[in-house]
């Protein structure tokens, strides 16, 4: 889903960089199937909960309902498994602890009970997104259980909580996306076109399944990349169209990579996919190196992935696939991988999803480095003040005959997270969304009948979510409904004043621990994702310049190596170790996850710098030149990625391609103290220029 301005070009450019994000909206098509499954979450769970009369865990089963739907984004089945289930799992037990720390402790035990939380909460987010939106439901459902009395115990809300999140989830995994189950399933005949590519055409009985539509789509989405790639070649859009690829592998590798009770996949529907998307790696690959080559192709170089797009998104046959011209070594690469690409879809054998496991050495690694560090301190303040202040304007009886000191905290979580924006552009749409939210809840309030009206009402919040995430004022605007309908369900008077007054209390709180000095340097979040980025563009070099190809004496611009037959390969999923004389289809699979990892790490950082320049000028001074080593990291991995096309196809590296390589390999070593790396040689391997 591509970034929509909400203002015209030319208005939003006068902007500051600060003010136009948070102007700035999400296109796209109108996910209705999220939409149903918000319709049939939160509204009906509240409504059989008001039936039997158990009315407090209806209102803790419809909030986790609530904080389900905002994590329910496009993609699979099995991977909606991971980013439902464990923030769910982590707001259980966040419900848990609040629920009996706040019974049990006073409100200063209370407070550093919270802090200690959100120091772990913010180091695990440092991890990726689902560990993100199980820090936030960490926290959120930990402030609810101290701050929301109820009548019922702490376990009891937990199993509500997961009742809730399950609830949702099973009708994520149960439900058809709208369109699945049509398909044209005509047969190609076997003398259509005009290509040696042809290929027989689908057996008749493979029926499209609606459980994987998501990693069908995504699969499909990648050839369409490769697609858009090769017709942009030569042109202006050439790196746009390159990142755009790299998203639509992420997309593609998350949605197929989901848990499993199994190692590998059972069906023969599932197993078919993999193999899919593992011929869509040599395909990008050849694409990449056509892209960095920048000789304009014809349409037919894109008409072979395009007719693979359509036969995955169809689960229909591949056709007659037609040959690109080999006049070139990319091009060449790109005809083979077409080859290898027909006769995976014939086959359906299953194919490695080359994704690097990242063992728990890894994760400490992360949630303890600079970023995950930084980001702890910043939530566990932001946390931690904000409960003792609501505590004490609890205490101080400032909320009237209200009960409930939860709000407070509760924001300050979703405030101080950076994955949902830059810090300015959070405090104005929370801001703005509160506001807007609590005086139309103060106007349904006036009119809607009690409890069927609110009951209604919530239902019609779930189903907003899906579309109201494009924008973070608008989620916010409709969650404000959803909530304050719930606890007024549940027995609590109408608080849409309050609520506005604790929610620019919070804004207050989180730019001002947003702008305090921390221990270490500034900006940690993207010195950790730029290392990251470095130290996968470095792995993926090595491994191409010290591969078969060029320890038989090819002559790099590293010098020819003679290293000898000892080859370690990366983990790729599989059992690889270190092999004697590893076979080249081994070596191929090794390049081509390491090449995944140095693309995604990259992107990572490229997300995380374009939110930090996107602060306050105070905040964005210190990640200030980041963009530039990004550009490098991302020119060196396109290089590597041409050089390893070139080496399969002729065994030697083109002038152009040595020299660009020994260039930006100096230009990266010249930003060594900005990476974080040790001192000695630059981030890859000795140049000798």
């Known amino acids: 889903m591509s970034p929509r301005p909400s203002l015209p070009v030319r208005a939003r450019a006068a902007l500051p960089p600060w003010l136009a994000h948070a102007l700035r909206a999400q296109g796209g098509p109108v996910p209705w199937s999220a939409v149903v499954r918000g319709a049939l979450a939160a509204g009906p769970l509240l409504l059989v909960a008001v039936l039997v009369d158990r009315v407090s865990l209806g209102v803790v089963a419809a909030v986790a309902a609530m904080l389900a739907g905002i994590n329910d984004r496009p993609g699979s089945r099995r991977a909606s498994v991971r980013r439902l289930g464990a923030p769910a799992l982590a707001g ?47 926290l959120v459902a930990a402030a609810i259980g101290a701050g929301m009395p109820l009548p019922d115990s702490g376990w009891a809300r937990a199993l509500a909580f997961l009742v809730g999140a399950g609830w949702l989830l099973v009708l994520r995994l149960v439900l058809p996306t709208p369109g699945a189950l049509t398909g044209d399933f005509r047969r190609v005949p076997r003398g259509e076109g005009d290509s040696r590519h042809g290929r027989r055409a689908f057996r008749p009985g493979s029926r499209l399944d609606f459980r994987f539509d998501g990693e069908r789509a995504a699969v499909a989405d990648v050839y369409d990349a490769v697609a858009e790639l090769l017709d942009a070649t030569g042109t202006e859009d050439a790196l746009a169209r390159r990142a755009a690829l790299t998203a639509a592998l992420d997309h593609a590798q998350d949605s197929l990579a989901g848990p499993r009770l199994r190692r590998y996949a059972s069906s023969a529907a599932e197993r078919r996919l993999h193999a899919q998307y593992a011929a869509a790696l040599p395909l990008a690959e050849a694409a990449t190196a056509l892209a960095w080559a920048g000789e304009p192709l014809t ?21 007659p696939l037609p040959a690109p011209s080999r006049s070139a070594p990319g091009l060449r690469a790109l005809d083979d991988a077409l080859l290898r690409a027909a006769d995976a879809f014939d086959q359906g054998g299953g194919g490695d999803l080359h994704t690097r496991r990242r063992g728990a050495r890894d994760l400490l690694r992360t949630v303890f480095g600079v970023g995950g560090r930084e980001y702890g301190m910043r939530v566990a303040l932001c ?46 749409c929370r801001a703005a969304g509160t506001v807007l939210g609590a005086l139309l809840f103060a106007g349904f309030a006036a009119v809607l009948p009690r409890p069927e009206g609110l009951v209604a009402l919530v239902a019609l919040c779930g189903a907003l979510i899906p579309v109201s995430t494009r924008h973070f004022a608008a989620q916010t605007s409709v ?17 849409s004043v309050s609520r506005i007054a604790e929610t620019l209390l919070a ?111 105070a905040l964005a001074r210190h990640t200030e030149g980041a963009d530039a080593i990004a550009d490098l990291l991302e020119r060196l991995v396109d290089t590597t990625t041409a050089c390893a096309v070139h080496l399969d196809e002729t065994g030697s590296l083109s002038g152009r391609q040595s020299g660009q390589l020994a260039e930006l390999l100096q230009e ?10 040790p001192a000695g040689d630059p981030p890859g391997p000795a140049v000798a220029v």
């Open 299 to 319: 349409e037919r170089a894109s008409e072979g992935p395009r007719r693979l797009a359509a036969a995955v998104r169809g689960n229909a046959s591949t056709g």
């Open 92 to 138: 259980a037990a966040g419900l848990l602890v609040g629920t009996y720390a706040g019974e049990h402790v006073g409100a200063v035990a209370l407070t550093f009970v919270f802090t200690a939380l959100g120091l772990l909460a913010g180091g695990i987010s440092a991890i990726g997104p689902v560990a993100s939106g199980a820090g936030t439901q960490l």
């Open 507 to 617: 804004c207050a709180i989180v730019l001002i621990v947003g702008h305090l000095p921390m221990p270490g340097e500034r900006g940690g979040r993207v010195q950790a994702r730029l290392t990251a980025a470095a130290t996968a563009a470095h792995a993926y070099l090595v491994h191409v310049l010290d591969g078969p190809d060029t320890r038989d004496g090819v002559n790099t611009p590293y010098g020819t190596d003679h290293s000898g037959d000892a080859h370690t390969l990366p983990d790729t999923g599989g059992t690889g170790s270190a092999l004697q004389a590893p076979d080249r289809s081994d070596v191929r699979a090794a390049r081509w996850t390491l090449r995944r990892e140095a693309y995604r790490t990259l992107a990572e950082a490229r997300t995380a710098i374009a939110l930090s320049a996107a602060e306050l000028p």
């Open 383 to 428: 946390f931690g003040a904000s409960a003792a202040i609501a505590q004490g304007l609890y205490h101080s009886h400032w909320y009237g005959q209200h009960t409930h000191w939860y709000w407070l905290p509760a924001t300050a979580v979703f405030l101080v997270k950076p994955d949902l924006g830059p810090l300015v552009s959070r405090v104005l």
């Open 668 to 677: 990266l070593s010249e930003h060594r103290d900005r990476l974080g790396l």
């Open 479 to 495: 969650v404000t409904v959803l909530v304050l309908a719930l606890v007024m369900v549940g027995g609590e008077p109408q608080a």
